[in-house]
Each structure stands twice: as structure tokens, then as C-alpha cells.
């Protein structure tokens, strides 16, 4: 038995999300008593998986793994986790992940937990805790099967170095021949990617118009931190639909959630409420934000934003 984990990479380094994945899968590895593999495919990073918890790292460098195909790549995991003896799952519930994991649970007949949040309870039962109803709830599921499929929402799990090394092992795996094909992929450049940013600063309806979107940057900017949207504003064409977060769009978990001119309907927070504190800014006292929210401010936007600019300047000495 051994506990098999996908390290996705992107530009030629690892996401933070699958370092995360590692230390969990590493953590669960103990509770079991068993060890870990991790998968990387295509171009991958120079950091050493091992410093993050694996035991063994398998780099598998078929032509059919430069571009993501959701079934190739889960063809691939499960024939070396087969080879491998490998029967719990952990892969990070990115895009690509959210394609891999159900595929991987058809192929190993195993049970599909996704919106994980905690390290799995083993003692007795298999239990994990996952959000539920749109993120206004956590949920205890236990799993019965002999196989798991375990998906982690980005920014739930401390990334931990242990300063081990392990040597990468470099495989072909005859993957299957896939029904699809990617005739071609367009990334957002130059961007924090908003499921692995730590901070975001969001906006709404209330900054009026796609021209004043710069106060919205500006104060990311000065944060280090990824700017997202509501949906009417995606709608609208003020910013990018890859910026929309809620039901209908991305799902994050930051640390730290700003949003500006939001209302806050429950489409808006379920895409949003996971994160750790939230700070919201509305003229309205009565926006249904202010129930969700850590901190909030009744003002206007455009007088807030510039202040909290300048505020976070003179702080961090810019």
C-alpha cells in the first residue's frame, strides 16, 4: 500500500497546490504507516519533491504527457499505481485536477471525495472533512472503499519542508489512447493564479466602470496579491472572465479576501466563503457581505481603496 500523489506543474515549476498536496499526502502516509510516490508528467520544476514529503518521485516522460489530456494522464497514475501498489489518491483540486480525479476513481474503483480541507481521520474509520452546501457547512464522510481518490482545495493545507532528497526516477508508461484531444490551450500570464494566491482584492457592480479597475490593481500590486471579480463584471466585459469567482466561476480559499463593491449574494460567497478572513467594503450597511465577513467598512470605494493604498505603502516602505 502506498499513497500516490500528483505533482502538477506549469511554466516549468510546481504549483504551490501540488507542494501542498505532498506534505498532506506525506502527513497521511504516517497515520498509515506506508509511503509515498509522487507523479509529475511533462516539463517539471527543479524543486527536490522529496523536501515536501516524498519517498519516491516518478517522472513520466511519454510524448502523449507534453500537453494535458485529462485521460491520458489519468491512464498514466493508474498503471504505476498499480505497479506500484498504490491504493490511496491525493491530487489537488485545481482545473486539471478536477478533470483527473473522477476518471482515476472510475479506472481504480475507488471512492471520490472532493472539497477536502484536513487531514483524513484513520483511526478507526476513514473519515475526511469537506465543505458542503456551497461552503456554509463542513461535512464528516467516511469511505469504506479499499480505494480513495482524495481532491484538496488549494490553500487548506501548510506546506511543510523537511529537507529530505530523493532521486527522480524517469519513466514511459504506455498510457491509453484517449478519446479527445487538446487541439490547443490559452493560460493568463504574468498573474498570481487565483487559486494559489494567498491574498485577493476583489470588486463588483460598485466601482461603476472597467476605467477605475486600476484601484483594484494598484492595491493588489502593492499586496503581491491576485485580482478577482464578481460575476456582473465578468458579464459586462470590465474584466476577464478568468477573474470571476463564485458558484459559476472559481473557487478560492486566500487568507486573505478583499472585496470592494460587492453585495455578496450567495452565488458571490459560495465561491468565496472558504477564505480565511474576509474584508469587505460597501456603502450599503445592510449588503448581506457584512454577515460573512471578518471585517467590514460602510464607505465608499473609491474613498477606502486609494486610503488602504496608501496606508499599505507606508508600511511596506513602497
Given amino acids: 500500500m502506498a499513497v500516490i500523489i500528483y505533482a502538477e506543474s506549469d511554466n516549468n515549476t510546481y504549483k504551490k497546490s501540488s507542494l501542498e498536496a505532498i506534505t498532506y499526502g506525506k502527513d497521511l502516509a504516517?497515520?498509515?504507516?506506508?509511503?509515498?510516490?509522487?507523479?509529475?508528467?511533462?516539463?517539471?520544476?527543479?524543486?527536490?519533491?522529496g523536501t515536501y514529503g516524498a519517498d519516491v518521485h516518478i517522472h513520466c516522460t511519454d510524448?502523449?504527457?507534453?500537453?494535458?489530456?485529462?485521460?491520458?494522464?489519468?491512464?498514466?497514475?493508474s498503471t504505476l499505481a498499480n505497479n506500484n501498489s498504490g491504493d490511496v489518491f491525493v491530487i489537488s483540486q485545481t482545473y486539471n485536477g478536477k478533470s483527473i480525479a473522477p476518471l482515476l476513481a472510475v479506472k481504480q474503483d475507488a471512492a471520490l471525495v472532493t472539497g477536502i480541507v484536513d487531514i483524513a481521520e484513520t483511526e478507526g474509520a476513514f473519515?475526511?472533512?469537506?465543505?458542503?452546501?456551497?461552503?456554509?457547512?463542513?461535512?464528516?464522510?467516511?469511505?469504506?472503499?479499499?480505494?480513495?481518490?482524495?481532491?484538496?482545495?488549494?490553500?487548506?493545507y501548510k506546506i511543510e519542508e523537511n529537507g529530505t532528497e530523493v532521486s527522480t526516477t524517469e519513466q514511459q508508461v504506455g498510457s491509453a489512447?484517449?478519446?479527445?484531444?487538446?487541439?490547443?490551450?490559452?493560460k493568463e500570464t504574468g498573474k498570481i493564479p487565483l487559486t494559489e494566491a494567498e491574498l485577493v482584492v476583489s470588486?463588483?457592480?460598485?466601482?461603476?466602470?472597467a476605467e477605475n479597475w486600476h484601484m483594484v490593481e494598484d492595491l493588489a500590486n502593492a499586496l503581491g496579491a491576485?485580482?478577482?471579480?464578481?460575476?456582473?463584471?465578468?458579464?459586462?466585459?470590465?474584466r476577464p472572465h478568468s477573474e470571476h469567482v463564485g458558484q459559476t466561476g472559481i473557487t478560492i480559499k486566500p487568507n486573505l479576501y478583499i472585496a470592494a463593491g460587492i453585495s455578496g449574494a450567495?452565488?458571490?460567497?459560495?465561491?468565496?466563503?472558504?477564505?480565511?478572513?474576509?474584508?469587505?467594503?460597501?456603502?450599503?450597511?445592510?449588503?448581506?457581505?457584512?454577515?460573512?465577513?471578518?471585517?467590514?467598512?460602510?464607505?465608499?470605494?473609491?474613498?477606502?481603496?486609494?486610503?488602504?493604498?496608501?496606508?499599505?505603502?507606508?508600511?511596506?516602505?513602497?
Avoid at 30 to 49: D, E, F, H, R, Y
Avoid at 203 to 209: D, E, I, N, T, V
Avoid at 226 to 238: G, N, R, Y
Avoid at 271 to 298: L, Q
Fill in 177 to 186: 489512447s484517449a478519446n479527445t484531444t487538446i487541439v490547443s490551450t490559452h
Fill in 203 to 209: 470588486a463588483g457592480r460598485g466601482l461603476k466602470g
Fill in 226 to 238: 491576485a485580482t478577482a471579480c464578481s460575476k456582473p463584471v465578468s458579464d459586462m466585459e470590465w
Fill in 63 to 77: 510524448n502523449s504527457l507534453s500537453s494535458f489530456n485529462p485521460q491520458t494522464f489519468a491512464n498514466t497514475i
Fill in 127 to 156: 473519515t475526511v472533512k469537506k465543505t458542503a452546501f456551497s461552503s456554509k457547512a463542513i461535512a464528516h464522510v467516511e469511505l469504506t472503499a479499499n480505494k480513495k481518490v482524495l481532491s484538496i482545495i488549494p490553500n487548506s
Fill in 30 to 49: 504516517n497515520k498509515l504507516g506506508t509511503s509515498t510516490i509522487a507523479i509529475s508528467m511533462g516539463t517539471v520544476g527543479p524543486q527536490n519533491l
Fill in 266 to 318: 450567495i452565488q458571490h460567497l459560495a465561491g468565496v466563503g472558504s477564505s480565511k478572513v474576509i474584508c469587505v467594503i460597501n456603502t450599503d450597511p445592510e449588503a448581506p457581505f457584512f454577515k460573512a465577513a471578518d471585517y467590514g467598512i460602510v464607505g465608499d470605494a473609491f474613498e477606502v481603496l486609494p486610503r488602504l493604498l496608501k496606508r499599505v505603502k507606508e508600511v511596506k516602505g513602497i
